[in-house]
Nanobody, 124 residues
Framework: QVQLVETGGGLVQAGGSLRLSCAAS????????ISWFRQAPGKEREFVAAISWSAGNTYYTDFVKGRFTISRDNAKNTVYLQMNSLKPEDTAVYYC?????????????????WGKGTLVTVSS
């Protein structure tokens, strides 16, 4: 089992920044890829960004490119999501999830492990 805990959410004004953390514990593996998803009220969970533990390859959805940066600290087993230039439409619960090799990391279906999420609220 792998446990994922997200922290760093909160209330921020439009244009502001937040950094989310996803701490992994348990039977973690360097072969995993960690993805961030988000879910706004009444909407489906959507992909935000992903990073592979070993090579550090990164993937972003179009609407966060240039504003969000995903990174990892392997020594701390932690993945970060730096979010800049936040917009009210970024308001959502943000989840991190882990995927074993072969799993499509840009959709929520099939991810092996999930955290409980952290709420990000961006006021206008």
């Amino acid at each position: 089992q792998v446990q994922l805990v997200e922290t760093g959410g909160g209330l921020v004004q439009a244009g502001g920044s937040l950094r989310l953390s996803c701490a992994a514990s348990g039977r973690t593996s360097s072969t995993y890829t960690i993805s961030w998803f988000r879910q706004a009220p009444g909407k489906e969970r959507e992909f935000v960004a992903a990073i592979s533990w070993s090579a550090g390859n990164t993937y972003y959805t179009d609407f966060v490119k240039g504003r969000f940066t995903i990174s990892r600290d392997n020594a701390k087993n932690t993945v970060y999501l730096q979010m800049n230039s936040l917009k009210p439409e970024d308001t959502a619960v943000y989840y991190c999830a882990a995927a074993s090799p072969g799993v499509r990391v840009t959709t929520p279906y099939g991810m092996n492990y999930w955290g409980k999420g952290t709420l990000v609220t961006v006021s206008s």
